[in-house]
């Protein structure tokens, strides 16, 4: 365990670790391009340049390792003359076309410039042109002249979804990313090189051009494309959601993500929820007025059905509190234990990659089974497929996936379920058709809210559970699953406002000099002589 | 009352004398009125609407977008100016642009007119010249009438005959290789 001294910050760091970590863990700025925490060391910026005391010239951070009693600082002026000069190599041949760059706001060079750099270029030469909007692969766009050449994208190639699509061709100021003639990248990861170039070179394709960088607000949540349950980060302003981006868990998912996961953020948005409610009575749709008068009006008919008659079947796509509260309605008010686990990932379940995707698609698979065998309930899907054609359920609630991308027999399913007299459906998106089911005689839709728009808490395939709150309401109408489940059981909602005096922070600022009656009067503070 | 701070000028006495004041006004307007009445050229007023006041090309009026030689919209969708637009009227949506030395330009780009403040910060952010308040200054509409200005208004309107040119331009830039 040596000790050092960095910027006069005493450390005790474990063997082996490079100076760059130590730093990195400790929170002390440092310019970097090439190193990342996930990936091998490449030294190949020489923007980490510190200064070792006894060392007449300066060390690259990444790849020296902590001895003891080492001093380093970064903050000497040689250093910083270094940083600056080094990022004016980077910078020579470097377009420079922020402002249709989407990586600007958050770009690396325009950090490091700002931090360290703020020179005037010293380049008369002209700069090197080099090939712009590259179609790299299905996801990426690639423009090589923003490339700084740092090979993180080639190394995460190589070293995380070991696809070898990527590599540095060519020498000198003509040496550029590319992948092989008539290759692409395209791998199940691929949007990760996106996250990790430092520099606008690599562009998502579904991302690009959408919306800047400033604009977008982020919070922290938990993906809900499969039962990995990757931490991730969903970035959205007042027209949506626009993408997702892995944060750093290690014990889950490290610091990537698959890129089918990139597309969890799109069920969340408007175009694909379902924003009315709508109830089907004598053939005829008719929109209701909102969802929870909805919910409470089935309070009193769902009192009334027989509790043999009556179904629930659900999905492991909510939250454990949900079922908590659902199951515990079901249980304890209605003693009713029909409750039907709706999987279309049992059989491709134990599926895995060997890195992070696997076959369960739903992010709370286990989390929905603890909470049926807490309950005591096991049921077989078989009796409810014969349930529903000898007619013995009446009434059935189908609390509907999130995620509607991963369930291929949405349509088909639900068609099963339209056999029932009475079909209640809780649904984010709009892409299941019920018009087109003939026997549906009596149906009410409500719609739901997404795992974006609800805190609480996803059990992942390994039993860890993984909490995540709200990130944003994009349907301000929707119900949770726990609202629904307390307005059917007769009960109303519990809106508990803030007092203002909590929302609003006191300050020092003084109060206005001009009073009301001033206005009033159209008079301030100096009179008439 | 007047022992109270005031910031406003005490008159002397004297001022309560307004004839001689009221004199020396009347002397003013006769004497423009009669030299009006002479010489007509000279008269500071005119007959609007027939006839129309040119402001300085100056002037902080009605926005245009500025076009490429080609006649193309020069603007490249950075929404610097619709970041800086403190009103917030600007709306822009980016798309990608067919020809990759282009790579992205505004499919739509909407000022609402009756927000804009006319502060001029959208020009000052704009880095390719594609935005110049104009010394255009009447806006008429009828009730109801849209203010909400789009491309086609913005940069081809009839009396920019054909667009203003801007003067930043790629091809140039990059032969010079900058
Ligand atoms: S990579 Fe960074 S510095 Fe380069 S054009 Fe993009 S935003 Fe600007
Ligand atoms: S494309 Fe990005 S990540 Fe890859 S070498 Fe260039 S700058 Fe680095
Ligand atoms: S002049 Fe000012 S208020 Fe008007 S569009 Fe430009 S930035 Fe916005
Ligand atoms: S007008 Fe100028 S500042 Fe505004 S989006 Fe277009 S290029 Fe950018
Ligand atoms: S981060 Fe050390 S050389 Fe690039």
Sequence with gaps: MPKCTINGVELEVKDGTTIIQAMYDNHQKIAHYCWHPGLSIAGVCRLCMVEIEGNPRLQIACNTVVTEGMKINNTSLKVQEAVKWGLDFHLINHPLDCPICDQAGECGLQDQYMDFGQYTSEMAEPKQKKRKVVDLGPTIVLDSERCILCSRCVRFTDEVSKTNELGIFNRGDHAEIGTHDGKKLDNNYSLNTVDICPVGALTSKDFRFKQRAWYLKDSETICNGCSTGCNVKVYFNKEGLFRVKPTYNPEVNGYWMCDEGRNVYKFANKEYRQSQTLQLSQGVWKQLENPGKAAKDLADVLSKVNSSELALVMTGQQTNEEYQSILNVFVNNFKNKNVYHWNSHAATADQFDGLLIRGDKNPNTKGLQNALSSFGIATKWSDLENGIKQNTIKTLIVVGPENVGVYNDLQEKFEQFSNVKNLIVLTTSNVVKFEGFKNLSLATIIPMKTFVEKTGSFTNYAGKVQKFKRATTIMSTALTLDEFASLISGQDLQINPVPIQDLFVADNTPVDQVRLDHRKKNEFLFTKG | ?178
């Design chain 2, 1 to 178: 009352m007047s022992d109270t701070p005031t910031v406003l000028e005490q008159k002397p006495a004297s001022s309560q004398w307004y004839l001689i004041g009221i004199t020396k006004g009347l002397v003013i307007t006769f004497s423009h009125l009669i030299k009006n009445i002479f010489n007509k050229k000279q008269m500071m007023t005119i007959n609007y609407p027939e006839e129309k006041y040119d402001y300085s090309s100056r002037f902080k009026g009605n926005h245009i977008l500025t076009v490429k030689k080609d006649g193309a919209i020069r603007c490249t969708a950075c929404m610097l100016c619709a970041t800086n637009c403190p009103a917030e009227c600007i709306k822009i949506t980016a798309s990608e642009h067919p020809n990759p030395e282009v790579e992205k330009y505004p499919i739509s780009y909407e000022i609402d007119m009756l927000r804009c403040v006319f502060c001029g910060y959208c020009e000052e952010a704009c880095p390719v010249d594609a935005i110049r308040l104009g010394p255009e200054w009447q806006t008429p509409g009828l009730n109801g009438a849209d203010f909400t200005y789009d491309i086609k208004h913005l940069a081809y309107r009839a009396n920019l005959k054909g667009g203003v040119q801007s003067v930043v331009d790629d091809k140039e830039r990059l032969k010079a290789g900058i």
